[in-house]
């Protein structure tokens, strides 16, 4: 067996997903509009999560 301790954790674009439809799902309830909010949440917790992973 090998020893993966030197492996990258890489977890910051699904949990930026998630929290992004989350919240765009939140939105999209406060103004009435589901579907467009979340759209607009999971593009922005793709490029959030994105930038998470690349620092």
Do not use: E, P
């Not at 607009?40 to 994105?50: C, H, K």
Request: with cysteine; proline share 0%; hydrophobic share 45%.
């Amino acid at each position: 067996m090998k020893n993966n301790s030197n492996r990258k954790n890489d977890n910051g674009l699904v949990i930026g997903l998630c929290i992004g439809v989350g919240i765009g799902t939140a939105l999209g309830v406060v103004f009435d509009n589901i579907a467009i909010g979340v759209a607009i949440g999971a593009g922005l917790g793709l490029v959030l999560g994105t930038l998470y992973d690349s620092k």
